[in-house]
């Protein structure tokens, strides 16, 4: 049962455009969700998270987006720069018994060319 | 300021062999999460622990368990390997407030395993 979905596995967009990084989920019971960025040989690295009961968190160049009615939460990078080429994992966190875990997504490959 | 540190970085195993991985939290952070990562895939959380005690559990077999030190530093055990153990293993680390919550997790760079 796979409670977050990135259908996206790849994503090109020219250096100065707009990436936009989509994420759907299917549990209501959500608290947080979070956005994780990874470069290869390394650990997922935290970088713009938001709290169910808000719709949009903004970062510098980065901003989260969600739309709870939808189950649906959108990463922005503007403008997009060659070193934000990594994969992006959506996370979403499960609050129960006292305790949190994350639920990641598959990831999506952003590839920003000049 | 050390972050998340894990070892070692890379291992290989034998089927129905045992493996321990280590993993250091950031400093200031009492909880500690493992995460494996499959080949094209997310992390899949494997576990949690706060003050010496696994606390939550995913859908992982009972030959994956795991121990907290006083000093907050974990382990990851997994008996009887299989070769679909292959993957990356991540260790997160976090705070744990009042309330109950646990901050932001931070993750190290991970122990890649490798089962033959």
């Known amino acids: 049962d796979q409670q977050v979905k990135q259908n996206s596995p790849s994503l090109s967009v020219q250096e100065g455009r707009i990436s936009i990084l989509n994420c759907d989920y299917t549990?209501?019971?959500?608290?947080?969700f979070l956005w994780y960025k990874k470069y290869p040989a390394e650990g997922p690295t935290f970088l713009i998270s938001?709290?169910?009961?808000?719709d949009k968190n903004e970062d510098g160049r980065f901003t989260v987006f969600l739309n709870k009615s939808a189950k649906h939460l959108s990463l922005h990078i503007v403008p997009s720069q060659p070193g934000d080429s990594a994969v992006y994992f959506c996370?979403?966190?499960?609050?129960?018994?006292?305790?949190?875990?994350?639920?990641f997504g598959a990831g999506t490959r952003l590839a920003v060319h000049p | 300021d050390a972050g998340v540190t894990q070892s070692p970085t890379h291992l290989i195993k034998t089927r129905g062999q045992q493996v321990t991985l280590r993993c250091s939290p950031k400093?200031?952070?009492?909880?500690v999460s493992w995460y494996q990562q499959a080949l094209g895939q997310g992390p899949q959380f494997i576990f949690q622990?706060?003050?010496?005690?696994?606390?939550q559990r995913g859908n992982f077999p009972d030959r994956f368990s795991g121990h907290q030190f006083p000093n907050y530093s974990s382990e990851l055990n997994v008996n009887a390997l299989l070769l679909g153990d292959s993957a990356l293993y991540l260790c997160?680390?976090?705070?744990?407030?009042?309330?109950?919550?646990?901050?932001?997790?931070?993750f190290g760079p991970g122990t890649r395993l490798t089962v033959l």
């Open positions: 997160a680390s976090s705070l744990r407030s009042a309330g109950g919550s646990t901050d932001t997790q931070y």
């Open positions: 549990n209501s019971m959500f608290d947080y």
């Open positions: 938001i709290s169910s009961i808000k």
């Open positions: 996370a979403a966190r499960l609050f129960s018994g006292g305790y949190n875990k994350l639920i």
């Open positions: 400093s200031g952070h009492d909880t």
């Open positions: 622990y706060y003050e010496e005690e696994e606390r």
